[in-house]
């Protein structure tokens, strides 16, 4: 049976229905066995049909997370040094008193004075309730800054949004029945493990599954080909394959003529990218690129369905947004639209319309408009001072779902603008992380087995509802709470504040979700059409797929795709010569899961994956200790010789904590603050590094 009550009667285990809160495209259901109100097995739903009773290894361990023994469970304020992981327990009132007098005494500065206060936070949890509804309400009484929730996705984003009108896309079930799956800068055995199954039950069926990506990753041996090009160059490589199909023909012209804008204009610009031209810039074969250019064209010629699943690795690099715009374009030109089983897959949050009003509550900011901080660059601008244009230097600082000292670029500058003695900084947690040890305050948040929320997806199309399976552990408190907490101690009294987070969990779709089919199996299905865009109807404003965005030309920027290169292109630094990429490491989800013992075992050390031409001739071999350096910083690791690295290319596997790390630093101390083409976005793989041993080390 399926019981949302965890204080129920002791005695035989009982199943809770909830829902995977991390960054990952296939938000599981899960089912959680307690017994005498202890979580004794997290597992997927087998009533679900994306989850399938399958997890992945990182949340079928998350009782051992929810009970690590250094979890933190009651309020902690610092007695030593920021940075030094000193602190002393103290009681909530305490805790919640100092730091609303702290916070009130910034905000009766007045409106400008306000915007001293910065909220960050990203996905430490995906649930509407937990992350921006409560926390959201409680910064816009106060007037703080705003921030831009740029870490991960927005160049894709919006190169999606400027050509098919928002972060929409083909269904994701239905890529068991394509007959050609091009998996672009994606490592779906490690970061989509669902869509995974499909892809493996159409290659059953006959499908060829091709692989694009630098990286020779877990999914690139499954695939029947890998294309290993530059980090960076995907754009050319579609222009490339654009050329192909149309010096061959390989186009569906009916589908053009009816559906898409600008078919003109981009072929013009297609064809000045024959393969030759492209096969210079991505560094790898022209034939690779006209075989794969046939491949995709003669599904069209054989009227049968093309699929491409996208992935947000290939958009953290300068011109990430024109990349996502050109691979975008691509279903269009073959007509993969039609079928059910074709077209393209990159987020499917586009699909869901909760109700962000209700849950934040911007009218309490009553006529403010406060500054915009983007969280990539927030190494800089802890660092900054006042100034007229800019506005107040940062005073306080209230993280929460996120730990920037680890994941934010140039990590040297992020851990820096945290050690400021001027800096009041409040941090929202589980465990004592990397930017929890710089924080005044600790303030223990509950884990997802602990609290309610409500959860859309960014790989199906189904709404998830979360209940809580036990009760908080120690003092823990869910997010909401806390924020509800803050706003009394700081004399906020609007009753929004008092909503509860079930009434929160009802409000987030309100009517257009059955709310009882919720509470009943976990999940509740949309009713979406199955081939969305077989006869146009893209959410643009011209309802075709947008090869050429007047919102672009509008804004002074290219309205066909482009090949943008990167900041810090492969092979222009004769100081740093190999490019670097730091995907994910395979039990990790970013610096989630870090600290699971369990885990930890299996993935080992900080790595750096390096390819043995190049290892060679920098006198390297596998376990040596190796220092790998720009001019950000320098990150110290073990170097493994590996055939997962193409030539020219390093994989700096993250993301570790720093404490953890071999010299207090981890794989950001290298990356950059840069932002993409458009999205504002984190240019994570655009980064140029040297490598070399460290003699005494080895």
Known sequence: MHDSNPTSA????????????????????????VQDGVAIRVAGNPAHPHTGGVLCTKVSRYPERTYHPERVLHPLKRTGPKGSGQFERVSWEAALTDIARRLGAIAARGPDAAQAIQPY?????????????????????????????????????????????????????????AKL???????????????????????????????????????????????????????????????????????????????????????????????????AVCGISAEQ???????????????????????????????GGNAVRAVACLPALIGAWRHRAGGLLLSSSGSFAPDKTALQRPDLLAGRTPRTINMVTIGDDLLRPASPTWGPAIEALVVYDSNPVAVAPESAKVAAGFAREDLFTVVLEHF?????????????ATTQLEHWDIHTSYGHTDVLLNRPAIAPRGEAKPNTQIFRELAAHMGLTDPCFAETDEALCRAAFGASVDFELLLRQGFAPQALPEAPFAQGGFPTPSGRCEFFST????????ALPSY????????????????????????????SFVNVASLQESEGEPILEIHASDAQVRAIQSGDVVRVFNRRGEYRCKAVVSARARPGVVN??????????LAGTNVNQLTSQALTDMGQGPTFYDCLVEVAGVPALR
């Open 10 to 33: 002791p005695g035989a285990p009982r199943e809770v229905l909830g829902a995977c809160p991390h960054d990952c495209p296939d938000t599981c259901s899960l089912v959680t066995t």
């Open 121 to 177: 936070s990203y996905a430490g949890t995906m649930g509407l309730v937990q992350s921006e509804s409560m926390a959201s309400r409680f910064f816009h009484a106060l007037g703080a800054s705003f921030l831009h929730r740029s870490i991960c996705a927005t160049a894709g984003g919006e190169g999606l949004a400027q050509t098919l009108g928002g972060k929409v896309g083909m269904r994701v079930e239905f890529f068991a029945e």
């Open 181 to 279: 799956i091009l998996i672009w800068g994606s490592n779906s055995i490690t970061s989509n493990l669902h869509f995974w199954r499909y892809a493996q039950l159409a290659k059953r069926n006959g499908a060829k599954l091709i692989c694009i990506d630098p990286r020779k990753s877990e999914t690139a041996d499954k695939c029947h080909e890998h294309i290993a090009l530059l980090p960076g160059t995907d754009a050319a490589l579609a222009l490339a394959v654009m050329h192909e199909l149309i010096v061959h023909d390989w186009l569906d012209h009916d589908y053009l003529e009816r559906h898409t804008l600008g078919w003109d204009a981009l072929r013009e610009r297609a064809l000045q990218w024959p393969p030759a031209r492209a096969a």
């Open 289 to 319: 690129i006209a075989s794969l250019a046939r491949d995709y064209g003669a599904c069209q010629q054989r009227g049968e369905p093309a699929a491409i699943r996208l992935n947000y690795g290939m958009q953290r690099v300068h011109g």
């Open 432 to 444: 004592q992380t990397d930017t929890a040890d710089y924080a005044d305050y600790i303030l223990p």
């Open 551 to 558: 919102r672009l030309q509008a804004q002074g920027l290219d």
């Open 564 to 591: 943008v290169p990167n900041h810090e292109a492969a092979g222009t630094s004769a100081a740093y010569p190999l490019a670097m990429i730091s995907p994910p490491a395979r039990n990790f989800l970013n610096s």
């Open 652 to 661: 700096g596997l993250g993301v570790w904590w720093r404490k953890l790390g």
